[in-house]
């Protein structure tokens, strides 16, 4: 039976300032070109989500690849998870800092590998070892994100909460002035009917060397199961992390409830749980999809039959 495809993205759920918008709309509607053109052309979900994520990546407006936000010791480090609806088959890599494109990393471990998830040098060497160019850390690093780290230091050094990174567990406040929460991601459904979901991450700013958010666990920032639901998250991870959120989210449309019903809800619950802000875009098989977030704005857009559409979403 055939299918309209159906292609979702994000950029990202948090402040997004008025002179960002525009870059942040552009750069959703080139992801969305790149990664429907594949479908439109018989092309599988997994192919057209890696493409529309590798396009963010490159794309120094987000929050992923190139540009990402450095941590405390000055570097990038990247994670990201891609996962197959059809087969559950799934591929995450995380603290990588010589990959480009970690999404393509994450699609050698999916097609390549017994196993599903490698990390720091190892994911490097697996992606070397099949054909991945590695490069000098500093080609991430722009400085921008230079000026915004000292920035961020400087107010740590004068004991001014800093509100980009929400260091303590026990005050979900601290996060509440989201300023850095850029995370990329993209769900599709093919002309088979298979559903896929990737999200790709450079992390918190200022964050602790080593440490990994939501965004390539498998359940937490993505998931992708054909009998239930495909979803990509963004915003604080470590609450997504607790509730297993993209899991959450999917469960509840396979046992008959609608994305567009389930999407708010889970925001909700994040919120509502663990004062936690983010953004998701959930889509079902049947091509119905939801779309929520509770930060000022979350760059995202759908691209169906009828062509792209791109929305910086005011709650």
Known sequence: MSHSPILIVHGGAWAIPEDMLEAHEQGVFDALQVGYSLLERGGSAVDAVEAAVAQMEDDATFDAGRGSFLTRDGRVQLDALLMDGATLRAGGVACVERLRNPIHAARLVLDKSPH??????GAEEFAHAHGMQ????????LD????RLAEAQKKERAGLPDLTFAGDDKSPETAADIDSHDTVGAVALDSEGRLAA??????TLNKAPGRV???????????????????SLTGWGEPIMKLVLGKWATDRVQQGQSPEQVAPEAIAY???RLGGHGGMILLGPDGRYGVAHNTPRMAWGVCTSEGPRTGLKIP
């Open 198 to 203: 990737g999200t790709s991450t450079g992390g």
């Open 116 to 121: 599903i998830y490698f990390v720091g040098a």
């Open 270 to 272: 994040l919120h509502k």
């Open 213 to 231: 958010g939501d965004s390539s666990l498998i359940g937490c920032g993505c998931y992708a199961d054909n009998s239930s639901a495909a979803v």
């Open 134 to 141: 590695l490069i000098d850390n500093s080609e991430l690093v």
């Open 144 to 147: 921008r994100e230079r000026m």
